[in-house]
């Protein structure tokens, strides 16, 4: 799926490194921040509110006994990992420590609803938007493992960066076809002074399914990966900033906004991870 890597090594501090090492994610510094920032937004919100990020990230059991200490523990994990993944030093355990918390949710919460209700769309819309945060996570801590022998050889390096950028891939039709399928839903949250908001709608959901099949075929790859991370961010401003401004105690809107932001940057992340491939 990919054309070409580079192979080469490069010094830092003495230590040698492949170009998946950790010295190759200082051109993807600025991607890695903004991820970094959306997860300690998101647990700020938290522990501001004591519930677990209310949309996309609910527990599915109401009431449950201790939900509240187990979405401050929550929150504690996401601002660990976000404030990790903006120290070097602390970047590596940080990126395995949000790879594995992204993990958790796609697989318990959000698998589940996939596998029990697969005729639902909104099921496999909740499963991509976490899946593509994952994927951003999952490139980073690839990147800064570097090529191993070892038993994690396969999640980390040149591997595990390849199968990040499947899982991206294979995530973004999930968000895509929601647009057309939710078209009136869709159509609500286009800004009121663009016109022809339905086919705003649709273009956008399509966009989604092209840079699927354009990483997957390896055509244009990091193009389509930064554009589809443009549109993400382009939507996150459009959508939820002027909600928020009319309605700055809006706690949905500040939720949507802050996952939002997630989801464009785990799609720039993912984008940054192509810039050895010629």
């Known amino acids: 799926m990919e054309r070409s890597y580079r192979s080469s090594a490069t010094a830092l501090g003495g230590e040698a490194l492949n170009s998946f090492g950790a010295a190759s994610l200082a051109p993807a510094r600025l991607s890695q921040s903004f991820l970094a920032l959306s997860m300690i937004a998101l647990g700020v919100l938290g522990l501001i509110y004591g519930d677990v990020a209310l949309v996309w990230q ?3 059991i109401e009431h449950m006994p201790g939900a509240r200490p187990v979405a401050y523990a929550f929150a504690l994990i996401e601002l660990a990992a976000g404030i990790g993944l903006l120290l070097p030093i602390t970047a590596r355990p940080a ?70 950028r499947v899982l991206f891939a294979l995530s973004l039709p999930m968000i895509g076809l929601s647009h057309f399928v939710y078209s009136e839903q869709t ?67 500040w939720t949507a906004l802050v996952i939002s932001a997630a989801i464009a940057s785990g799609a720039w992340v993912v984008g940054d991870s192509y810039r050895s491939v010629p």
């Open 95 to 164: 990126s395995a420590l949000l790879v594995a918390f992204m993990l958790v949710w796609v697989v318990l919460l959000k698998l589940p609803a996939v596998l029990v209700v697969p005729s639902m769309e909104a099921t496999w819309l909740g499963f991509g938007e976490i899946a593509v945060i994952l994927a951003g996570a999952w490139v980073l801590f690839a990147c800064l493992l570097g090529d191993r022998g070892d038993v994690l050889r396969h999640l980390a390096g040149r591997r595990g960066v390849r199968a990040a």
């Open 187 to 253: 159509v609500a949250l286009v800004p009121a002074w663009l016109p022809y908001p339905l086919g705003w709608a649709y273009f956008t959901g399509a966009c989604s399914i092209a840079t699927c099949l354009a990483v997957l075929f390896g055509v244009l790859p990091q193009l389509a990966a930064r554009l589809e991370a443009a549109m993400l961010a382009i939507i996150t401003a459009l959508v939820w900033i002027p909600a928020i401004v009319a309605t700055p105690t809006d706690r949905t809107a």
């Open 58 to 60: 609910h527990l599915p």
